[in-house]
C-alpha cells in the first residue's frame, strides 16, 4: 500500500467538478507545504498540475486547485472536461530528502 | 523545455545487476537534484534515491540502500542508477525525475520496466 492514500477512482459530468482527496499524516502532508499533483497518462510522463499545496505551474488552467487541511491534501478540477481523463497521484516531502506518494486515483469524465 | 529520457530496462535473474539511465535535455543536471522513483505493478510509486546537484550528497531509501547506486556524468548531461543484487520485489517501472525548489518534484521520464525474474 501507498504512504498516501487516495480514492481509487472519482468520476463526474463535463462541467461539473470533482476533488481528489490525499491523506497523510503528521510526517509528510501536515508537516510541510510541499504537497504536489500529477496527472499520469498511461505510457507518458506525469505531469505537475499542482505545487506547494495550492500553485499552480506555468500554463496550468485554473480549473486545477489544490487545498490542505492537518495531514490531508486535496485536488479540485472544476469545470471538467474530456481531456482531463487520466490518473492522479498526490506526492508530499517526508523530511530528510525523502518524498512519499499515492497511490493514484482515476478520473473518469462521464 | 526540460525532458529526461529513461533506458536500460529490461528483463533480469534475481541477484544480477543492471544499470539505468536518464539522459536530460533543455537543463544541466549540475543546477537540479534528481531523484529515482519507482512503480511496482500494482502498486504506488515509491521514492529511490536522489542526488544533489553538485554530486556530493546522495540518499537512498530503505529498500534499496546498499544495493543501488545513484550517479551522474555531467559531461553527458546523464543521470544513471546502478541496481545491484536485484530481487523479484525490485520489479518496477522506473522514473528519472527532477526536482525544483529543493522539495517539488517538478519533471518526470516517461519510465523504463525493469523485471526481475528467473
Known amino acids: 500500500q501507498s504512504a498516501l492514500t487516495q480514492p481509487r477512482s472519482v468520476s463526474g459530468s463535463p462541467g461539473q467538478s470533482v476533488t481528489i482527496s490525499c491523506t497523510g499524516s503528521?510526517?509528510?502532508?501536515?508537516?510541510?507545504?510541499?504537497v504536489s499533483w500529477y496527472q499520469h497518462l498511461p505510457g507518458k510522463a506525469p505531469k505537475l498540475k499542482i505545487y506547494d499545496v495550492t500553485k499552480r505551474p506555468s500554463g496550468v488552467p485554473d480549473r486545477f486547485s489544490g487545498s490542505k487541511s492537518g495531514n490531508t491534501a486535496s485536488l479540485t478540477i472544476s469545470g471538467l472536461q474530456a481531456e482531463d481523463e487520466a490518473d492522479y497521484f498526490c506526492?508530499?516531502?517526508?523530511?530528510?530528502?525523502?518524498?512519499?506518494f499515492g497511490g493514484g486515483t482515476k478520473v473518469t469524465v462521464l | 523545455q526540460e525532458q529526461l529520457v529513461e533506458s536500460g530496462g529490461g528483463v533480469v535473474q534475481p541477484g544480477r545487476s543492471l544499470r539505468l539511465s536518464c539522459a536530460a535535455s533543455?537543463?544541466?543536471?549540475?543546477?537540479?537534484?534528481m531523484n529515482w522513483v519507482r512503480q511496482a505493478p500494482g502498486k504506488g510509486l515509491e521514492w529511490v534515491a536522489l542526488?544533489?546537484?553538485?554530486?556530493?550528497?546522495?540518499h537512498y531509501g530503505d529498500s534499496v540502500k546498499g544495493r543501488f547506486t545513484i550517479s551522474r556524468d555531467v559531461s553527458k548531461n546523464t543521470l544513471y542508477l546502478q541496481m545491484n543484487s536485484l530481487r523479484t520485489d525490485d520489479t518496477a517501472v522506473y522514473y528519472c525525475?527532477?526536482?525544483?525548489?529543493?522539495?517539488?518534484?517538478?519533471?518526470w521520464g516517461q519510465g523504463t520496466l525493469v523485471t526481475v525474474s528467473s
Open positions: 525525475a527532477r526536482i525544483f525548489g529543493g522539495y517539488t518534484i517538478d519533471s
Open positions: 503528521s510526517s509528510d502532508v501536515g508537516a510541510y507545504k510541499y
Open positions: 506526492c508530499s516531502f517526508a523530511g530528510s530528502y525523502t518524498w512519499v
Open positions: 533543455g537543463f544541466t543536471l549540475d543546477s537540479y537534484n
Open positions: 542526488i544533489s546537484y553538485d554530486g556530493r550528497n546522495k
